[in-house]
């Protein structure tokens, strides 16, 4: 396991110095600049701002120095925000959107694993039809369009949750949590219905009935762990995906997470806080890919990471 994680980790190395490189060449090639919509000062002043932060310099020198910056932990002043680095805006935002997030893969897990159990006990029947076709409303509803939906119904028609904010109360969660983890649940039940199915025909659970074993217990103990296998490689890339489809929920429930800065900042041209954001959920992706094939690893030693 030690061999595999140190392979790991020296992989993800050049991944993120790639993502690195090709946002950053990406971001400068794209049309106008961080200082376009600055009408109303001199070019004196633009001249100045180009200078201060060494937009002036050719694009490999600055390209050298940023290196050298982030490789120290530094990933400098936000273009939009002179008072704050992109360091500070990182940590005010990112535990809103790691909240978010961990309620929505709590939500999909949740939802998306008794639906697939209730799912798998009578396959093709009114108990898996009925399960499965509400799920994919998860899918067939992509966040822009369910969460403006949830808002015009539970908040401005019937008045029983807020639209937006991101404050202490509970309801304030309730819509972005299913808005972003729907989708998501929809997957969840589709996979555990499937390996559910797999294990229930297996050789021992048939014993496992003929002793004349509850359901209940057939179910959590014997079929489940092996069962759920398929969700638990699914949990990885699922979290990676929702904190970055976060984006788009924290947009329209105007929560202030990373998201919003996100977004702000590719509409402002505001080159360093687009980069610190791509390179710090490219790295949360590839950790969140790690610990879920520990985690299966851990469930399924078979699977070759852990020598038994």
Sequence with gaps: MTLFLLKRILQAIPVILIVTTVTFFLVRAAPGGPFDTERTVSEEVLN????????????????????????????GPSFRYPNRTVNEIIADGLPVTFELGLYAIIFAVILGVVAGIIASLRPNTLQDHLPMSLTMIGICLPSFLLGPLLVLAFGIQLEWLP???????????????????SAYAAYIARLSRAGMLEVLGQDFILTARAKGLPQWRIVTVHALRGGLLPVVSFLGPATAGLLAGSFVVETIFQIPGLGRFYVQAAFNRDYTMILGTTILFAGLIITLNLLSDFVTAWLDPKQGFVKK
């Design 48 to 75: 100045n701002l180009q200078s201060f932060y060494k937009l002036d310099q050719p694009v490999h020198i600055q390209y050298q120095d940023y290196l050298k910056n982030l490789f120290q932990g530094d990933l």
């Design 163 to 181: 639209v937006s904010g991101w404050g202490y109360s509970p309801g304030d969660k309730i819509l972005p949590v299913v808005t972003l983890g």
